[in-house]
């Protein structure tokens, strides 16, 4: 036997080890990552010292009930709701706002009638001080 054909046979499959020894690590890591994988679709049982971790399922059902009670914030229901609380807070504002209006506006017109009768009762005062002098 050529001691070249030795070698070379050791050298093949030197090398086709490698290329198993690789291929089976990437398996190994892409086993894992899938086990990972199932175990968080799945969730965890609580062990001693470890709380449980709920599913996918578990937690996707979670948020579906939260949601489900934002939207129907979101839809009016006869006062309840937030929707119904915000119209009627900005009904209130609205009609608010109308009555600082009518204020104002009262307010404005009773300034001019004591504007009016400032000078009405100055005049009477002055008038009063021309009877006093003579």
Do not use: Y
Not at 23 to 34: E, N
Not at 85 to 114: F, L, P
């Amino acid at each position: 036997m050529d001691p070249g054909w030795i070698t070379a046979a050791i050298a093949a499959l030197t090398a086709i080890t490698a290329c198993c020894l690789t291929l089976g690590r990437m398996a190994w890591h892409a086993a894992r990552a899938l086990i990972q994988l199932l175990g968080d679709l799945n969730g965890t049982p609580a062990r001693p010292g470890s709380p449980a971790h709920p599913g996918i399922m578990e937690r996707l059902s979670s948020v579906e009930t939260k949601l489900q009670s934002v939207v129907n914030e979101t839809r009016p229901n006869g006062g309840e709701s937030m929707r119904d609380v915000v119209h009627q807070t900005a009904a209130d504002v609205a009609e608010v706002k109308k009555s600082v209006g009518r204020i104002n506006s009262q307010v404005q017109n009773n300034t001019h009638a004591i504007t009016q009768l400032t000078g009405r009762v100055e005049m009477f005062e002055a008038a009063r001080r021309e009877r006093e002098d003579d």
